[in-house]
């Protein structure tokens, strides 16, 4: 049986990935109304797989009969100044998630919750993987410095992913 405790945890981090996939794709609406059609398209895939993140846990919930309850999600940020600092939003945001998917195993590992610790190994994974893509297009943008062709390439690069 799943405790009280760690199926709370779990509701919250189930808002939390729904609250990333809604800031995403606030910033590929951000990205639409700039044209760049490409970082658009990242933001949309990175949309989803937050949308995926959230049902894992939606699922790890139900098979363990715990009870899934939603939560109002936040309106998130709509605008920014410069595809620099969007990418720099992600960079935060993905390290204050990575943060909470620490404290959600500090808490697996208190309450002696073995299947959900073994749940929470994938998104300590994943995690490393996602401030590693952000901080490799901060660091691209940075280099760019605004130089419209180079921006160009880098969004047409962008809009690969995903398609095989
Ligand atoms: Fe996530
Ligand atoms: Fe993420």
Redo the contacts with the bound molecule.
């Keep these: 049986m799943i405790t009280k405790t760690v199926q709370n945890a779990i509701n919250e981090q189930i808002n939390k990935e729904l609250y ?1 996939s809604y800031l995403y794709l606030s910033m590929a609406a951000y990205f639409e109304d700039k044209n760049l059609p490409g970082f658009a398209n990242w933001m949309y895939v ?1 949309a989803e ?2 949308r995926g ?1 959230g049902m894992k846990l939606f699922e790890h919930l139900l098979e363990r009969s715990g009870k899934v309850e939603l939560k109002p999600i936040a309106g998130p940020q709509t605008t920014w100044n410069t595809s620099l600092e969007v990418f720099k939003h992600v960079q935060e945001h ?1 390290a204050a ?1 990575t943060a909470s998917i620490n404290t959600l195993y500090e808490l697996a590992l208190k309450e002696k919750d073995y299947p959900f610790q073994v749940a929470l190994q994938w998104f300590i994974s ?2 490393v993987e ?1 401030e590693k893509n952000a901080a490799e297009i901060v660091q691209q943008l940075e280099l760019i410095d605004a130089k419209g062709t180079a921006v160009l390439m880098l969004d047409h690069q962008l809009g690969k992913r995903g398609k095989v």
């Design positions: 990333s990175q797989e937050e993140h993905e998630v994943e995690q996602e």
